[in-house]
């Protein structure tokens, strides 16, 4: 028996900036990148980086203040920017960790019928000057059920480490938004990581941990359900009614639904999320470096879902001649997730519905050998996401040129085999 296939999908997104110019007048109006000084053994090194986000931010755009998305255990670029920033509406279907989310700012151009026209409201986002892939929407033109998307379905922005970004501005000004293309017309959030810069070696290291708890709920069973039913039957119900009564609750000797309802117990739990990330920055002022890698894990109280992200960055200056600087950066985060086991996202990816008169049972015993079967199961979710740049900028007398070359490419797998004990005797594999 076959268990397992994979099903992967990528982008690319290269992006080729270079300019010359030799009127003396625009040379004199831009800011050098690199600063010359009387003695020409001396030379301050800075990154060019990407397009330079000042000129592009100004105007109409808004920061997110970082010192209250850092007191906080976010995982997304959404929730950086939730509450935070005037103007920008955060949706977040699901508390499930590292699912998808969407941002409208200033509200929404069009008519939201589907899941499909949701990609058409979202805001471009840019790091570094890099605009950002997203998953597309063609997908839905397929699938019967649009409950999630097929592919490990996973919040791309959840890669962005909070303790990795210098600033978060969200472009609201037409004019500005014109200089970025069509890709922004629904807004642009400008995201600037912290780079290289001279100095005696620097190493910070962040850490939090905490816990996910459970809710206090009170579960109910079919004695619960039976008595709110009863007074309806039997004052508005017709005979056809009374003989298509659910099966579960005709019997009220039946100790799997009639007896304790207790499956909250396994259901949620207190689950542990923690960060820890180090960074290394130093160099001279003719060469510099940092260096960023963290582990991240957030967890949901319910279902035994979480998600993993692994960050690693790299960050260079180099100025092997006087007139000469070169900079590059790349940075690649994984994200791993663990999905829920909901009937409704199940049955919906495996496009077949079995017999669904009888409900899961409340009692925490069946509820945990029907968990069990699980173990059984493959369900693995995996995300790569890498982004660089390499920019050289030269300042010659009469002549100046700033070029830069960077790319944004993004993988998603999905593994899942269920077996036929969960699927009245048939397998599924996807």
């Known amino acids: 028996m076959r268990k397992r296939l994979s099903r992967s999908s990528a982008s690319l997104k290269g992006l080729l900036i270079g300019s010359v110019l030799f009127p003396a007048s625009i040379l004199n ?4 990148s690199v600063i010359r000084h009387n003695d020409t053994a001396s030379l301050t090194v800075t990154a060019t980086g990407a397009i330079a986000p000042r000129s592009l931010t100004g105007g109409l755009a808004s920061t997110v203040p970082l010192q209250n998305v850092n007191a906080q255990p976010y995982l997304s670029l959404q929730q950086m920017l939730k509450g935070n920033v005037a103007g920008v509406h955060i949706q977040e279907p699901s508390g499930e960790p590292g699912t998808e989310q969407n941002i409208f700012i200033r509200g929404i151009s069009s008519p939201l019928l589907s899941k499909r026209e949701l990609f058409d409201q979202q805001a471009a986002v840019y790091l570094n000057g890099i605009p950002l892939t997203s998953d597309n929407p063609f997908v839905y033109e397929i699938q019967k059920y649009d409950f999630n998307r097929v592919g490990p379905a996973t919040n791309l922005l959840a890669a962005i480490n909070p303790n990795n970004v210098q600033s978060i501005e969200v472009i609201t ?3 500005r938004l014109a200089a970025l293309g069509p890709v922004a017309a629904n807004g642009a959030i400008w995201i600037t990581t912290k780079n290289a810069h001279a100095g005696y070696r620097e190493v910070s290291v962040n850490a939090y941990t905490g816990w996910a708890l ?3 709920i009170t579960p109910v069973n079919a004695a619960y359900e039976n008595d709110f039913r009863k007074p309806f039957y039997n004052r508005f119900g017709t005979i056809n009614d009374r003989l298509n009564y659910p099966p579960f609750l005709r019997d009220s000797t039946n100790a799997d639904y009639y007896g304790p309802a207790n499956w909250a117990d396994v259901y949620y ?3 542990l999320l923690y960060n820890v990330d180090m960074s290394l920055t130093g160099g001279s002022e003719r060469a510099n470096f940092r260096f960023f890698t963290g582990l991240t894990k957030n967890a949901g109280n319910a279902d035994n879902t979480a998600v993993n992200r692994y960050t690693g960055s790299f960050f260079i200056n ?4 006087h007139w000469l600087m070169v900079s590059s950066m790349i940075n690649y985060n994984k994200l791993d997730r663990t999905r829920n086991r909901n009937v409704r996202d199940r049955l919906a990816e495996q496009r077949y519905i079995p017999d669904l008169i009888n409900p899961l049972t409340p009692n925490r015993n ?9 173990g059984k199961a493959i ?8 982004q660089g740049y390499l920019s050289i900028s030269a300042n010659l007398h009469k002549f100046r040129y700033k070029g830069q070359l ?21 397998n599924f594999v996807s």
């Not at 960077?406 to 899942?416: C, I, K, P, Q, T």
Request: glycine share 4%; charged share 25%.
């Open 269 to 271: 739990k207190n689950n």
């Open 173 to 175: 000004d037409p004019v």
């Open 406 to 426: 960077s790319f944004d490419y993004n993988e998603g797998l999905r593994e899942a085999f269920w077996p036929s004990t969960l699927l009245e005797g048939n």
């Open 29 to 32: 109006a831009q800011k050098d």
């Open 366 to 374: 069946l509820y945990s050998a029907y968990l069990t079967e699980f």
């Open 318 to 321: 180099v100025a092997p001649l």
């Open 214 to 216: 459970r809710p206090q």
């Open 379 to 386: 369900d693995r979710n995996s995300s790569d996401l890498v």
